[in-house]
């Protein structure tokens, strides 16, 4: 059924260019699957520039697949855009439907065109939205989610929206509709990344950038980096340590756990700096290597912090290239060779997911024999000149030192403080505070990059923190 009103149809393409688009889409499928010569080009059919198409196959098995492409300005020309979705489904299909049977698949196509701003999924603003004409996108980062049925009514198809987009920050996920004509009576998808299993363990990543990748010259600087170490070890429940290159921070973070007893199990909270991967992504390894060696992780901990903590995934991908993580192994290991470590890192979030995190975290550490210790992997502002840095570095710690979680939220995301690591720490604090394992903060070390560049101009901030 076609969905759209006469203006609307003028505006994207016909109903008779609609029709015409699929029956080459499903002609062409058969040729690109079983090696024909496909026709790139619908002559006599509209080849103007659209926001967006949507290609969607299914069999009477249940099988589905939903290939699209957006660009709301300035656009795609519209039939290239159609083959490059082909190419992707004929693939699909290759893997999954025996030449025989591609007749039965069915093909639904979808054009989409002008595209107006509707706010975001928080407030949305849904004047000049007929959901018989126009269709729903949202985005959000690398996410994104686009849907039409014309029976829904705006509100639900925002509610639907952002529960396909799985949005983790409602204000930050833009809102917009788009004029849609297509085969079907309704459509809906999303391009959300799926966690990865990936395998048993975790390469290093930044073995020669962040830190020495020669196995000597790492363990050299290792034992420089953890000199001089107490002999009386100190019991913590949580540190922060930042995770700049060695040559930077190593010193700070070296301070600080050379200094502590670490536990049989340590749990490493870091910010998300990769696009690859799910949001909120617990390690699923079972081992981390490192130049010269490896550390145990601990995978059924990390299951169960996945069950407990809800949008936490197992997931590869997002630790692939993380160095939140990774910088801090080598100390660790060098201490306590025989503990086990779940990494996790968190991107998107706010203040409420920060307290939702802590309270499945909290609720996993309560019922363990012996409790991890819990690292926050953070670096404190990002770029300012080097006595502004150590200003707003100074609010952010003494926000710390309150032990208050929503006033260190309040005052990094109010002062504007790049402090990467904001939502790990906040998660930490509120964490032992319901767990009743923290009454102090006590800072270790502090220092700015310029200390090492000498360049006070664009400059990061680190500290070494311990909570007892």
């Not at 098995?61 to 159609?82: M, N, Y």
């Not at 006590?442 to 500290?463: F, N």
């Amino acid at each position: 059924m076609l969905q759209a009103d006469d203006e609307q149809a003028e505006l994207l393409l016909s109903a008779d260019e609609l029709a015409r688009l699929r029956a080459h889409c499903k002609a062409n499928l058969s040729a690109l699957v079983t090696g024909a010569t496909p026709n790139y080009y619908v002559t006599g059919c509209s080849d103007g520039t659209v926001a967006g198409v949507g290609l969607c196959l299914h069999t009477e098995e249940g099988q589905r697949a939903t290939f699209s492409k957006f660009s709301l300005r300035p656009g795609l020309p519209l039939q290239a855009t159609v083959f490059a979705l082909l190419e992707n489904a004929a693939r699909w299909c290759a893997q999954r439907i025996p030449n025989h049977a591609l007749p039965d698949v069915h093909v639904d196509l979808v054009v989409f065109a002008d595209p107006a701003m509707h706010g975001n999924l928080m407030d949305p603003d849904w004047r000049g939205l007929d959901p018989a004409t126009r269709a729903i996108l949202a985005t959000e980062g690398k996410r994104s989610a686009w849907l039409f049925d014309a029976k829904a009514t705006d509100e639900q198809l925002g509610k639907r929206a952002a529960e396909l987009l799985q949005s983790r920050l409602p204000t930050a996920g833009n809102l917009f509709s788009v004029a849609y004509l297509s085969s079907a009576d309704e459509m809906a998808h999303a391009n959300v990344p799926q966690p990865q299993r990936g395998s048993d363990d975790r390469p290093a990543a930044v073995a020669g950038t962040f830190y020495p990748a020669d196995v000597d010259a790492m363990r050299a600087e290792v034992e420089a980096l953890l000199a001089d170490a107490p002999e009386t070890k100190r019991v913590c429940s949580a540190v922060m340590v930042p995770h700049a290159g060695w040559k930077y921070s190593g010193h700070i973070a070296g301070a600080v756990f050379k200094q502590i007893e670490i536990p049989e199990t340590v749990i490493v909270l870091s910010p998300k700096h990769t696009p690859h991967g799910v949001d909120w992504a617990v390690a699923p390894h079972t081992r981390w290597q490192i130049p010269g060696g490896s550390i145990a992780a601990d995978p059924v901990l990390a299951k169960q912090l996945a069950d407990a903590i809800e949008g936490l995934e197992l997931d590869a991908a997002a630790h692939a290239r993380e160095h939140g993580i990774e910088v801090e192994l080598p100390l660790i290991a060098a201490l306590q060779p025989d503990t086990r470590i779940v990494g996790i890192t968190m991107g998107a979030g706010n203040y409420e997911s920060c307290q939702r995190f802590a309270e499945g975290l909290s609720q996993v550490i309560s019922a363990m024999d012996t409790p991890p210790l819990l690292v926050v992997s953070s670096d404190l502002n990002h770029y300012a000149t080097d006595e502004e840095n150590r200003r707003l570095d100074e609010l952010a710690l003494a926000a710390l030192e309150t032990l208050d979680p929503l006033s260190l939220y309040q005052t990094v995301v109010g002062k504007g403080i790049s402090m990467c690591g904001i939502l790990p720490c906040v998660t930490v604090v509120e964490t032992l505070r319901r767990l009743e394992r923290v009454t102090r903060v006590e800072r270790i070390a502090y220092a700015t990059s310029a200390d090492v560049s000498h360049d006070p101009i664009r400059v990061v901030g680190y500290a070494g923190v311990l909570l007892q």
